[in-house]
């Protein structure tokens, strides 16, 4: 028994284990229902704290205000992370044969996705998601499960700055009652040492802004998107011709021929015939009377 406990142990620790296609994909489908439904219900609950927080400062109660300021906070760093997790599941499902291709190495394209899902199991207490988790560092091995621990270089950043909580700034948190008060037309004007750390804040705010990574060839700040999601086909750039625009000489103006009245159907019709029946008629007796002129003479 011992032998046996040993070998599936070391068996585990290399990532012996196989993955089945239809296990993997019931799990994700169920920790994206469950992550919908987490989502929804700290959506609720922002725009519930919300509301307190307006009836605190109506009060002038700016200490439980900002203890709830605290806790919206942490509600509102989650809903973006439930998002890029509903959609790391959906992009490992549409990849799932890939995956099981590879031998137990990780695809290059969803070594983000793979190593964010691991990492946010437990973090996101979705039980759908840890079952997940567990059958990934099953099959990849107990390597895989500590490089998703301890690299974060690995993580989505939005999942790497938001899931894990974090005590927030005093000036953080007076910024949000500002904007609670604010949405619901009320005027709130904190006291000294919450002003004070409220106008620190913006300056470091200010001071990040400052050292965002400018492209030589713009003034605008450069966009960096993680490797693996809202990749883009890379286009040819634009060719223009270096040198002055030719300019096409100006039109000249139709001169009139005495033939204004004939209208062209195409380029190479012929003029249409604008008389009147009775026009035609006087035209035609008068070329016979020619005619008859002509014969007699």
Request: glycine share 4%; hydrophobic share 35%.
């Amino acid at each position: 028994y011992i032998q046996t406990y040993s070998n599936s142990r070391q068996q585990m620790d290399k990532g012996g284990s196989t993955l089945k296609e239809i296990d993997l994909k019931t799990s994700l489908n169920k920790a994206k229902a469950r992550i919908g439904i987490k989502k929804n219900e700290r959506s609720n609950k922002v725009l519930n704290i919300k509301k307190g927080i307006s009836t605190l400062l109506a009060d002038k109660k700016e200490d439980l205000a900002l203890i709830q300021a605290e806790v919206l906070i942490g509600e509102e760093r989650m809903i973006p992370c439930y998002e890029i997790l509903i959609m790391l599941c959906d992009r490992i499902m549409d990849k799932l044969k890939e995956i099981l291709k590879t031998n137990k190495a990780i695809p290059i394209d969803l070594s983000m996705d793979v190593y964010t899902l691991a990492y946010s199991a437990h973090r996101s207490q979705i039980e759908e998601l840890i079952q997940v988790r567990e059958m990934l560092v099953a099959y990849y091995g107990k390597a895989f499960e500590k490089e998703s621990e301890t690299n974060p270089a690995h993580l989505h950043d939005i999942i790497r700055e938001n899931i894990n909580v974090i005590q927030p700034e005093n000036g953080r948190k007076v910024m949000r009652l500002k904007e609670c008060a604010q949405s619901d037309g009320l005027i709130y004007e904190p006291s000294a040492k919450n002003s004070a750390d409220y106008l620190s804040y913006l300056e470091n705010l200010k001071g990040v802004e400052k050292h965002i990574p400018v492209s030589p060839s713009t003034t605008s700040p450069q966009i960096i998107v993680p490797p693996g999601l809202y990749s883009a086909p890379s286009q040819p750039p634009v060719s223009y011709p270096i040198g002055p625009v030719p300019v096409s000489p100006p039109k000249e103006e139709n001169k009139k021929t005495g033939c204004e009245d004939i209208i062209y159907t195409s380029e190479y019709a012929q003029p249409a015939d604008l008389r009147t029946k009775e026009q035609k008629k006087d035209s035609l007796d008068e070329f016979k009377a020619k005619i008859d002129l002509l014969k007699k003479m």
